[in-house]
């Protein structure tokens, strides 16, 4: 395909959870962007220059608007094409999603952390860590019993925002996971997670060089 050159810059990481929800995002509006796939410990200049946080993702505008925050890329994509209506779910609301994705991203994440890396955080207790994981893993499976997805039959913004870093949970132990009961859970995350979307979304890209082929997401 030829590559215009006025997309937005795409700073991603394959495995990064917060990069996973915006290249899911960017997929769902149909939003085409130039993917610059980092490596975290020889971050480029040029994101640096973008964003002096220098956390993936980060969305570059041909207008030099940068949005680093993964949430605000999402809300961004979709607010400007939601041609499934991930912004407006049967069951809710754009603010009632946000407010779950925010507990995933503080109280859950927190968890998820010192129970997935416990080498990082030595003094604490992974398995104290998982179970406190697990209430809000437990909160999201009272919604997934009434609904296949968290704000009603259809996937939205909460969705795609949050299975990314049940998915890290769940591959921590998958034994033990999956011998949780947590049936809804369990199928909505291997229906995202088995979804065209989510495959592409993973899709492999070579590290990125200033002098380097751009590369386009999402791919063919
Ligand atoms: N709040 C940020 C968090 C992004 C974030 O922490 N990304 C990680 C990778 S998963 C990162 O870039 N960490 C910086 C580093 O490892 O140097 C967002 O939602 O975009």
């Not at 407010?99 to 990082?120: G, I, S």
């Not at 998982?130 to 009434?146: I, K, M, P």
């Not at 296949?148 to 769940?170: E, H, K, N, S």
Request: charged residues 25%; negative net charge; contains cysteine.
């Amino acid at each position: 395909m030829t590559f215009e050159g006025r997309l937005p810059v795409l700073y991603s990481f394959r495995r990064c959870p917060y990069a996973m929800r915006a290249r899911l995002a960017l997929i769902v509006s149909e939003t085409h962007v130039e993917l610059r796939e980092v490596i975290l410990r020889e971050k480029p200049a040029a994101l640096r220059e973008a964003s002096p946080k220098a956390t993936v993702p980060v969305l570059v505008l041909p207008d030099g608007t940068v949005i680093d925050e993964s949430l605000e890329i999402m809300l961004w994509a979709l607010g400007q094409n939601d041609p499934t209506g991930s912004l407006s779910p049967r069951d809710g609301n754009r603010d009632r999603m946000v407010e779950l994705v925010a507990l995933n991203d503080t109280d859950f994440k927190y968890h998820l952390d010192r129970y997935k890396y416990p080498q990082r955080y030595p003094g604490e207790h992974a398995e104290t860590h998982r179970t406190a994981a697990g209430r809000f893993v437990t909160n999201l499976e009272e919604r997934l019993s009434a609904n296949t997805y968290l704000f009603g039959p259809d996937a939205a913004l909460a969705d795609i925002a949050i299975a990314p870093f049940v998915r890290q949970f769940a591959g921590a132990d998958e034994a033990w996971f999956a011998a949780q009961a947590w049936p809804g859970v369990q199928a909505w995350l291997a229906s995202i997670t088995g979804s065209s979307a989510f495959v592409r979304a993973m899709h492999k890209y070579p590290a990125w060089r200033p002098d380097a082929t751009p590369q386009h997401f999402p791919p063919d």
